[in-house]
């Protein structure tokens, strides 16, 4: 988390800033598989979740690369379809 600081009077006071993310009700499932992978998909979901931006579009593009290198080292006849995608094709 961050705090903007600032100094008044020789004295430091700083402010947390909020945070989309309540660390305490982070939910990290057993057991834990992949961790780099169950993180790019949590940043997905984030980035899905907040108004578009240029870091959004970052942050998706850059999971989205490593969600495609995960797919490629599947075995054949395996793969990662997003969730939504997968109940349209069912």
């Known amino acids: 988390m961050y705090e903007l600081c600032v100094n008044i009077g020789g004295t430091k006071h ?7 993310i ?18 790019a998909i949590a940043v997905q979901e984030l980035v899905q979740a907040v108004p578009a931006s ?26 990662l379809v997003p969730e939504r995608a997968a109940k349209k094709a069912a």
């Open 14 to 20: 700083c402010f947390p800033l909020p945070s989309l």
């Open 22 to 39: 309540d660390r305490e009700a982070i939910h990290i499932p057993k057991p834990h598989n992949y961790p780099p992978f169950e993180l």
């Open 54 to 79: 240029d870091l959004s579009k970052e942050l998706f593009e850059v999971t989205t690369r490593f969600i495609q290198q995960v797919q490629k080292g599947l075995p054949q006849g395996v793969e």
